[in-house]
């Protein structure tokens, strides 16, 4: 019995050893990446690394993975069933592609009891494994950077969720958004566009660690008490790896959007009102570029607005739900196309006034669905950041509202008035 105790012992003794020789070997860090060109990079990547001294291997743990070449990919992601993978790789592999990218590559290293490291290791070599791996994506709630902001608050029990769960964010999401993409004004534009009102309420510091730059931010900030006792801050060390050569920086707040939109639709009104202009003074060409015009934006915004309704009445895709862009910018819109085509090449005056007053009423309805949706704001259950979508129509809607016929019309008027 006493042998079988010792034995026992010496046995425990023994893995306690090798553990703890694994774990004085261990160093976990959280490996940033900037953002890329492709519009699933703008936001940025997240990965855990873990290096082993002792077994000569530096491994990439990444929740970010998917591939066109899945099973009914594009199908699935069109209607919002977005199935990503958590994968583990070489770093050294990854730090070449991202280098080859133009992306930066920041490490945050962790300073944790040994056997803590040992913990988030085995968590993460758990999450890789064929039956564990896959996971539904969603932009905002469960991404690479959340994942990896959860497996911090494994690393700290609790205490990473306990200082930032009820803090208020200085954002929303949609002003997250936009902090990345105000040099791309059509990507903002579009992306802006097709998300609704939920992306426009409060949230806490926590949700704004859907951001792979929050996340590095909050870290490095970041104090807890280990579960030796010991109070430490979580970061021992800032590393920068590669900068990016010529990228546009991350804002630290949001810019206004609007005015650059209402400025570029108020110049596309002003060219189309010249193309009216040249009708009622019965140049041939006028009647032609204004029938193309009225149809290239019926088409434009029609298209968007197809694409609005599918995303809101047939898909996953929650964070495009109750979007107000809905009440203006319909399908109805894409009766233009064949409408203004009719209008520009037909020689009948019958005809062409037909789809002329079809057309306004169309536009019509459009400006009066965009004050009805600027009305709507005053009550916070409807509130949304969708000024810059509003703006953009609006002159547009406007114009096309009271032409082709409603210039010749308020000339003529005019000049009785005067004679």
């Known amino acids: 019995m006493i042998r079988r105790i010792a034995y026992l012992f010496i046995l425990f003794f023994i893995c306690t050893a090798v553990l703890f020789a694994q774990s004085e070997k261990l160093t976990l860090r959280i490996a940033v ?42 199908y699935n992601f069109a209607f919002g069933r977005l199935l990503y993978m958590c994968a583990v790789s070489r770093a050294q592999r990854n730090f070449e592609i991202y280098k080859y990218t133009n992306r930066d590559i920041i490490l945050y290293t962790l300073d944790l009891p040994d056997e803590t490291k040992i913990k988030v290791r085995n968590y993460a070599a758990f999450n890789v494994l064929p039956e564990n791996c896959q996971y539904f994506y969603h932009h905002f709630r469960d991404n690479c950077a959340t994942r990896i902001r959860d497996i911090i608050d494994i690393a700290t029990d ?27 004004p059509l990507t ?35 104090w807890y008490t280990d ?22 920086p991350i804002l630290d707040k949001p810019r206004l959007q609007w005015p650059r939109e209402l400025a570029f639709s108020m110049v596309l009104s002003c060219l189309f009102a010249f193309f009216f202009y040249l009708q009622y003074k019965k140049k041939p ?27 809101n009445l047939f898909t996953n895709h929650d ?3 109750q979007n107000a862009n809905m009440i203006f910018c319909t399908p109805l819109l894409l009766v233009t196309v064949p409408a203004g085509i009719v209008y520009a090449f037909t020689k009948k005056p019958k005809k062409e006034k037909v789809n002329g007053e079809l057309i306004r009423l169309i536009w019509l309805l459009c400006a009066a669905g965009i004050v009805i949706s600027m009305l709507v704001k005053i009550l916070p259950a409807f509130y949304q950041q969708n000024l810059t979508d509003q703006m953009l129509m609006l002159p547009i809607a406007l ?14 008027k005019f000049r009785r008035k005067k004679a």
Not at 42 to 61: C, N, Q, T
Not at 206 to 218: C, G, H, I, K
Request: overall charge neutral; proline content about 4%; some cysteine.
């Open 399 to 412: 114009i096309f509202t009271f032409q082709p016929n409603g210039l010749k019309e308020t000339l003529d």
């Open 227 to 248: 579960i030796n006792g010991e109070r430490k801050k979580l970061v021992s060390s800032v590393d920068t790896i590669y900068k990016a050569n010529n990228r546009p």
């Open 158 to 184: 609790g205490q990473f969720s306990a200082q930032y769960a009820d803090a208020p964010s200085r954002f929303t999401y949609r002003q997250h958004v936009r902090r990345h993409l105000y040099y791309s």
């Open 285 to 311: 060409a006028g009647r032609i570029l204004t029938g193309i015009s009225m149809s290239v934006c019926g088409f434009i915004f029609g298209i968007a607005g197809l694409l609005l309704y599918f995303m």
């Open 319 to 321: 964070y495009t739900y």
């Open 33 to 74: 990446i900037g953002p890329g060109d492709k519009i699933y990079f703008r936001w940025g990547h997240i990965a855990l690394m873990v290096e082993d001294k002792s077994a000569g291997y530096s491994h990439f743990y990444d929740y970010g993975i998917f591939s066109f070449n899945y099973d009914n990919f594009v």
């Open 188 to 222: 903002d534009w579009f992306l802006n566009f097709l998300m609704g009102q939920v992306i426009d309420v409060p949230i806490k510091e926590w949700d704004d660690m859907f951001l792979p730059s929050e996340v590095a931010s909050r870290i490095n900030d970041f």
